[in-house]
C-alpha cells in the first residue's frame, strides 16, 4: 500500500536552466541544434518530475514541441520548466526556451510538452503527489493538460 501523498506547489518543482551557445551546440547551418535543444529539455523537464515525484522517473512523450525560431552561437538560452497537469503516475511538464538579450529581455523560440511517469524501486510506475492549483493561469493550463492526455489516449486507441 502506497503512503498518503502530500500535495505539492506547481511553484516547488519549478526549474530555470541557462545555457550559452557555443560551436558543438550548432547544427551545420550555424543554429542550435535541434537535437541538443531536445536533449535540454528532457533534462529539464525530468528535474521539475523528480522534484515534484520525489524519485525516479522517465520520459514517456514529447507531446508537443514547436520551433518558433532558432538560437546562434553566443546567444543566451534560457529554459523554464513547470508542472501543467499531474495523473496518477504521470506529470506533464511544460518547458519553454527563451533567448535572452544582454538587457534581460527574453524571446520564445520553443514549447514543448514532456510526459514523465514516476517509478519505484522495481521500476514499476508509482503514484505522484497532486497538485495545488494557486492561480487561474495554473488552472488553465491544468485544464489544457487534462485535455492534451485526453488526446494522448485517444491517439494512443489509434495506433499513434
Known sequence: ?????KAKKISDSHVEQTYVLMTRHLNGAGRLFGGQLISWIDE???????RHSEGAVVTAAID??????????????????RLTCVGHTS????????VESTTGTRKMINRAYVVMVALDGAQKPRGVPSIILETEAERAEYEAGQKRAELRIMRKREGF
Open 64 to 81: 508537443n514541441l514547436i520551433f518558433k525560431a532558432g538560437a546562434q552561437i553566443d546567444d543566451i538560452v534560457v529554459l523554464v520548466g
Open 1 to 5: 500500500m502506497e503512503a498518503e501523498l
Open 44 to 50: 529539464i523537464a525530468g528535474i521539475v518530475a523528480r
Open 91 to 98: 506529470m506533464e511538464v511544460r518547458v519553454d526556451t527563451y
